[in-house]
């Protein structure tokens, strides 16, 4: 980024304010700056610096978060699909898309039967 400034053509330069600083010369204008704008350039850069830090500490911060919790994360995984299966069957249950014979194992459709074991 080159940054803020205020371009004024040739013909408008016996206008320009004292306080102007002249930052580039082009062919049928001038660019310059001031100090408002000197700031507000470093208050944006600077906000990106800031909000890189707040990105970096809150991904350190969910790494570490992960790593306490990684006993847990490894026993629910050994349990996980079991409890998934058992969700699954419970819901097609409730839709009434499957019922369960109480007498059997057997879980039967309209279309298949399948054995749970």
Request: glycine letters at 2%; one cysteine or more.
């Amino acid at each position: 980024m080159f940054g803020y400034y205020i371009e004024i053509t040739k013909s408008n330069l016996d206008n320009v304010p004292a306080e102007y600083e002249r930052k580039q010369t082009l062919v049928n204008a001038e660019r310059f700056t001031t100090q408002e704008l000197k700031d507000y350039e470093r208050s944006v850069l600077g906000a990106q610096e800031r909000c890189l830090e707040i990105e970096r500490r809150i991904f350190l911060e969910l790494r570490q978060t992960i790593l306490a919790a990684s006993a847990r994360i490894r026993a629910l995984r050994k349990r996980l699909p079991k409890s998934i299966c058992w969700h699954v069957l419970r819901s097609l249950l409730r839709r009434g898309a499957m019922c369960v014979r109480k007498s059997t194992t057997q879980v039967c459709s309209k279309r298949w039967r399948r054995v749970i074991r």
